[in-house]
């Protein structure tokens, strides 16, 4: 082969890799049915998160599942499924808090339960069919996930629960003392942006008072409707807006 044929072909081939797109990153977004709901007329933020960003150059996949917590997101297998599907260059926001609060156990009311805090304690189950199962804390359950996606080359994101519609003196009540601390403090540990979500709507919550508030709620306390879906979803790009380090910044439409 002469030199000059292989100069053709060189060109040739930086041509042929110029045609190529390059893979669109992907936001994973993993939590319970306040990020995914399918039962109408509630609606879970995820679903109409996409709306925000530019969807040319970036897509969201929306994983979370109703009534599962860290526990059972790992144990029905669901964050292998989410881990195996991570690249470099992609994303993940996890939204936590609201199905952990029981004690853990292998009853229908504690099989969601985890321990609490942030630390390395463990409680081991033997589940009536035989199986064993080591329950974590919260904190342990958000730093596999963190962990996890880093080292498969994507950028993880905490977010604190989105409050519940229960009021006390005229203010709705934070999750300040309990998941939502944790959150951040794994957030911290890790290194990794941490999304108030949980303090960013309660504060629209309390301007807009317990009587406008209580029409996004249409069956109980927990479960939005899509109007309340979308505020909290707004909550999220103002959470991404205020930290410009987060790279998701550039994915983010015009307002």
Known sequence: ??????????ALLCALVGFVKPTKPTLYLIGDSTVRNTNAPQAGWGSLLSSYFDTTCISVSNNAMAGRSTRTFVSEGRWDKVHA??????????????????????????RRGVLRGTGEETKDL??????????HTYGWYLRKFIREAKAKGATPLVASMIPRNEWQDGKVKRAGNDFGKWAAEVAQQE?????????????????????????????????????????????????????????????????
């Open 1 to 10: 082969m002469t030199n000059k044929t292989c100069v053709v072909l060189l």
């Open 85 to 110: 599907a991570l690249k470099p260059g992609d994303f993940l926001i996890m939204q936590f808090g609201h199905n952990e609060g029981s004690v853990p156990d292998t009853t229908k009311a504690g």
């Open 126 to 135: 033997v589940w009536p069919d035989g199986r064993q199962e080591t329950v």
């Open 191 to 255: 290194g990794v942006a941490f999304i108030d979500l949980n303090s960013l709507t309660a504060n629209k919550y309390d301007k807009l008072g317990p009587d406008e508030v209580k029409k996004f709620f249409p069956g109980d306390h927990t479960h939005t409707n899509e109007a309340g879906a979308r505020l909290n979803a707004e909550s999220v790009v103002d959470g991404i807006r205020a930290n410009k380090k987060i790279a998701l910044n550039k994915f983010l439409a015009k307002k």
